[in-house]
């Protein structure tokens, strides 16, 4: 991974500022924009159409239009074969894409290559499978042949967040194209623009006009309008447990089904027998890789009480480490997405100091920058576990420790709130390990492994992490319809 800086001339090529909609930029009907900020030094990056429901209407009718037409008429194999090209052209498109998302969301340029290497993988993954998802046959007895068929869904919404704004886009665009679908994207108002570019990109390498589509804009005026759209028949949501929510109750007024991966505040529980160097190592990227603006990330450090003390002077050491600054040059750790999510940071950090909650490293903004939405790795210990330093999700780059004595007293802690996205465990006694994976409620338990599973692997929350799973087979099983055919012989 090259750790070299870079400058935005380095960016060839113009911003995209407008739709992608039937294989065209398009300005919003009514015109308007709104700005989309460079984090890392504050100033406008550029504006962006401003979307509401007339561009949402103009995009789901072009989905819709080549879900009926040029879409259909292409095999499961060639829908396939269109998905790889896309994924090579990505590839040889990677800088761009990446230094866009750096400039975009403040990440380090390193990250967002990353990204853009994961968003390739996703794609050709779903592409293997394109002609692979088959229906089975049901044996009713001598006199009929039953099956099922496995048809798309038809017009699919794809509502995504700022944290990772094209690995969200691939996510569930790619399985809902290789299943069939088309799709609607609406991107995250702070991170709109890589999703543009993705849509355009996809036109270049040859999809039909209207099979991906994207409406830039705000989450009340174009979010909802597509969600609610009498024509979208899928769902697929990323964010906020309160916006969840929002777009459920949307969702259910047209009895539209929803996958929704909401909120985390994961729990890493290291016992006392784990390889502390592993867990202290692992911890690092979990809660501080994308400025800890991750919704799997290892925020919550539930440590045994006779490691506690050695495990938190390792991550320390760790978090010394780490270089803090604007994402091109291509450091560890980059700023927030917004000046929203950073005050939002920063009155925890107050809150908790508030309530004697000890940092032991970070805490705040880095001395030396002075702009940009920065804040050091900050790890805390001394929480009270009834604080909304312990319970709430911050997505920042804050790993809140808290110790427990017995292992009852862990689990105990790890299920205590109401999210249940992941749970990780650090021992070396694998019976042990297994035991708690039983235990915790998750929709993922990571052993001795932060970040475990790739595209392969189904990912999902549980309680107010969220309905359904995304990724790996299940995740294309979503944007497909079993239909079933009886035949009396
Ligand atoms: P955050 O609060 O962290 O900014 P959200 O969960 O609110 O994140 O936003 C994630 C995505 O959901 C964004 O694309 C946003 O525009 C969109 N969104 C927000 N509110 C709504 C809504 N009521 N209907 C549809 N989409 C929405």
């Given at each position: 991974?090259?750790?070299?800086?870079?400058?935005?001339?380095?960016?060839?090529?113009?911003?995209?500022?407008?739709?992608?909609?039937?294989?065209?930029?398009?300005?919003?009907?009514?015109?308007?924009?709104?700005?989309?900020?460079?984090?890392?030094?504050e100033?406008?990056?550029?504006?962006?159409?401003?979307?509401?429901?007339?561009?949402?209407?103009?995009?789901?009718?072009?989905a819709?239009?080549?879900?009926?037409?040029d879409?259909?008429?292409i095999?499961?194999a060639?829908?396939?074969?269109?998905?790889?090209?896309?994924?090579?052209?990505?590839?040889?498109?990677?800088?761009r894409?990446?230094?866009?998302?750096?400039?975009?969301?403040?990440?380090?340029?390193?990250?967002?290559?990353?990204?853009?290497?994961g968003?390739?993988?996703?794609?050709?993954?779903?592409?293997?499978?394109?002609?692979?998802?088959?229906?089975?046959?049901?044996?009713?007895?001598?006199?009929?042949?039953?099956?099922?068929?496995?048809?798309?869904?038809?017009?699919?919404?794809?509502?995504?967040?700022?944290?990772?704004?094209?690995?969200?886009?691939?996510?569930?665009?790619?399985?809902?194209?290789?299943?069939?679908?088309?799709?609607?994207?609406?991107?995250?108002?702070?991170?709109?623009?890589?999703?543009?570019?993705?849509?355009?990109?996809?036109?270049?390498?040859?999809?039909?006009?209207?099979?991906?589509?994207?409406?830039?804009?705000?989450?009340?005026?174009?979010?909802?309008?597509?969600?609610?759209?009498?024509?979208?028949?899928?769902?697929?949501?990323?964010?906020?447990?309160?916006?969840?929510?929002k777009?459920?109750?949307?969702?259910a007024?047209?009895?539209?089904?929803?996958?929704?991966?909401?909120?985390?505040?994961?729990?890493?529980?290291?016992?006392?027998?784990?390889?502390?160097?592993?867990?202290?190592?692992?911890?690092?990227?979990g809660?501080?890789?994308?400025?800890?603006?991750?919704?799997?990330?290892?925020?919550?450090?539930?440590?045994?009480?006779?490691?506690?003390?050695?495990?938190?002077?390792?991550?320390?050491?760790?978090?010394?480490?780490?270089?803090?600054?604007?994402?091109?040059?291509?450091?560890?750790?980059?700023?927030?997405?917004?000046?929203?999510?950073?005050?939002k940071?920063?009155?925890y950090?107050?809150?908790g100091r508030?309530?004697?909650?000890r940092?032991?490293h970070?805490?705040?903004?880095p001395?030396?920058?002075?702009?940009?939405?920065?804040?050091?790795?900050?790890?805390?210990?001394?929480?009270?576990?009834?604080?909304?330093?312990?319970?709430?999700?911050?997505?920042?780059?804050?790993?809140?420790a808290?110790?427990?004595?017995?292992?009852?007293?862990?689990?105990?802690?790890?299920?205590?709130?109401?999210?249940?996205?992941?749970?990780?465990?650090?021992?070396?006694?694998?019976?042990?390990?297994?035991?708690?994976?039983?235990?915790?409620?998750?929709?993922?338990?990571?052993?001795?492994?932060?970040?475990?599973?790739?595209?392969?692997?189904?990912?999902?929350?549980?309680?107010?992490?969220?309905?359904g799973?995304?990724?790996?087979?299940?995740?294309?099983?979503?944007?497909?319809s079993?239909?079933n055919?009886?035949?009396?012989?």
């Amino acid at each position: 991974m090259s750790d070299r800086r870079y400058s935005r001339a380095d960016l060839k090529g113009p911003l995209p500022d407008a739709h992608f909609i039937y294989g065209a930029y398009r300005h919003a009907a009514a015109r308007e924009t709104f700005a989309t900020v460079d984090p890392s030094t504050e100033e406008t990056l550029t504006s962006v159409a401003r979307g509401r429901a007339a561009d949402i209407d103009l995009a789901v009718e072009a989905a819709h239009g080549a879900q009926r037409g040029d879409w259909r008429q292409i095999t499961p194999a060639e829908r396939g074969r269109l998905m790889f090209k896309l994924a090579d052209a990505l590839e040889a498109d990677a800088e761009r894409f990446a230094l866009m998302e750096t400039l975009d969301v403040g990440k380090p340029v390193k990250e967002s290559l990353g990204d853009v290497r994961g968003v390739c993988a996703t794609i050709r993954y779903n592409a293997g499978a394109a002609d692979k998802m088959e229906g089975t046959t049901i044996p009713l007895g001598p006199s009929f042949i039953d099956f099922t068929m496995l048809e798309p869904v038809g017009v699919t919404a794809h509502i995504v967040p700022w944290n990772y704004p094209l690995g969200m886009v691939a996510r569930s665009v790619a399985p809902a194209l290789a299943a069939g679908c088309t799709a609607v994207v609406k991107p995250a108002e702070q991170s709109p623009l890589t999703a543009l570019a993705f849509a355009e990109l996809c036109h270049k390498v040859g999809f039909p006009k209207g099979v991906v589509n994207v409406v830039a804009g705000y989450g009340e005026e174009a979010g909802a309008a597509l969600v609610a759209h009498p024509k979208v028949r899928g769902i697929t949501f990323t964010g906020s447990v309160a916006t969840g929510r929002k777009i459920y109750m949307n969702a259910a007024q047209g009895l539209k089904p929803a996958v929704l991966e909401l909120g985390g505040k994961n729990p890493m529980i290291v016992l006392d027998d784990a390889d502390l160097e592993r867990a202290a190592f692992d911890a690092i990227d979990g809660a501080f890789g994308n400025s800890g603006q991750v919704c799997s990330s290892s925020s919550r450090l539930l440590l045994q009480h006779n490691i506690a003390e050695e495990f938190l002077e390792r991550l320390a050491e760790n978090a010394r480490k780490l270089g803090v600054g604007p994402g091109l040059d291509n450091l560890d750790l980059g700023p927030l997405v917004s000046k929203e999510q950073y005050d939002k940071v920063q009155s925890y950090l107050a809150s908790g100091r508030a309530a004697g909650a000890r940092m032991r490293h970070g805490g705040g903004r880095p001395a030396a920058l002075a702009r940009g939405y920065f804040i050091e790795p900050t790890i805390i210990d001394h929480v009270d576990a009834g604080s909304a330093l312990a319970r709430e999700e911050i997505f920042g780059p804050v790993a809140v420790a808290q110790v427990f004595d017995k292992v009852e007293e862990a689990v105990e802690l790890a299920n205590g709130l109401g999210y249940g996205l992941v749970s990780g465990v650090y021992s070396r006694d694998i019976s042990r390990a297994f035991k708690l994976a039983r235990d915790l409620e998750a929709g993922s338990v990571w052993i001795n492994g932060w970040f475990i599973g790739g595209v392969q692997a189904p990912t999902g929350g549980i309680k107010d992490s969220g309905i359904g799973r995304e990724r790996g087979l299940p995740g294309i099983r979503n944007y497909l319809s079993i239909k079933n055919v009886g035949i009396r012989l």
